[in-house]
């Protein structure tokens, strides 16, 4: 079973629609991390949480350290948010690395 | 730019042969990590730096590989008697400082492609 697993794995929505992308890991962590990739491999981080909630224009962030959840939601969803997006965690115990999801393929149609 | 770079960004080779990549980091980045991605997979951590010293490796790099960062600054991974096991994406990322919890910056990768 993998450290870090991640649902759905490919999710398909159209323009408009309200997106929930779901992590869930199994080792104690110092940091959950979500990142987006696009074609060509280029990885861009989005959040960086170590508890509660963040925001950033249309993109959200939460996670449950009890429960050992995150979820990253996107409103209003746009066709140039169509990536690969990716859950990755810092375990308590590993100093730097990060533990990477297998990512969930999100495509967005007109 | 002043994002991370890395060269090449693709490189075919035959089975066998060397290969080399190279990364640049963000400037006066103490941290830098070498990632591999396989095709529909998350990326693996493979090693990391804190400015020269090789702090931390994963099994995954097996004796055939090996990273430097000599002065503290660029990075090369080298890849000897190549397999073709060894094609992926080997991403390279650089983080600011010496807290646990920073981001991590990612170049675009090195599509490597073994024949």
């Known amino acids: 079973k993998n450290e870090v697993e991640q649902s759905p794995q490919n999710l398909t929505a159209q323009e408009g629609e309200f997106i929930t992308i779901n992590c869930s890991y199994s080792?104690?962590?110092?940091?959950l991390h979500w990142l987006q990739q696009h074609p060509g491999g280029g990885i861009v981080s989005l959040f960086m949480?170590?508890?509660g909630k963040k925001k950033h224009g249309r993109l959200i962030a939460t996670i449950n350290i009890q429960e050992k959840h995150s979820s990253l939601h996107i409103t209003a969803s746009h066709p140039r948010d169509s990536a690969v997006y990716i859950c990755?965690?810092?375990?308590?115990?590993?100093?730097?690395?990060?533990?990477f999801g297998e990512g969930t393929q999100l495509t967005v149609n007109p | 730019d002043t994002g991370v770079s890395q060269n090449p960004r693709h490189k075919i080779t035959k089975r066998g042969q060397n290969v080399t990549f190279r990364c640049d980091p963000i400037?006066?980045?103490?941290?830098l990590y070498w990632y591999r991605q396989t095709l529909g997979q998350g990326p693996e951590f493979l090693t990391y730096?804190?400015?020269?010293?090789?702090?931390?490796k994963s099994r995954l790099l097996s004796d055939r590989f090996s990273a430097e960062r000599p002065k503290g600054s660029f990075s090369t991974l080298e890849i000897q008697r190549t397999e073709q096991g060894d094609s992926a994406m080997y991403l390279c990322?650089?983080?600011?400082?010496?807290?646990?919890?920073?981001?991590?910056?990612f170049g675009p990768g090195t599509r490597l492609t073994v024949l």
């Open positions: 080792v104690g962590i110092s940091a």
């Open positions: 730096f804190q400015n020269e010293a090789q702090l931390e």
């Open positions: 990755a965690v810092r375990r308590e115990t590993s100093g730097s690395r990060l533990t």
């Open positions: 949480l170590s508890s």
């Open positions: 400037s006066e980045h103490n941290r």
């Open positions: 990322a650089s983080s600011p400082s010496r807290l646990r919890a920073d981001t991590q910056y």
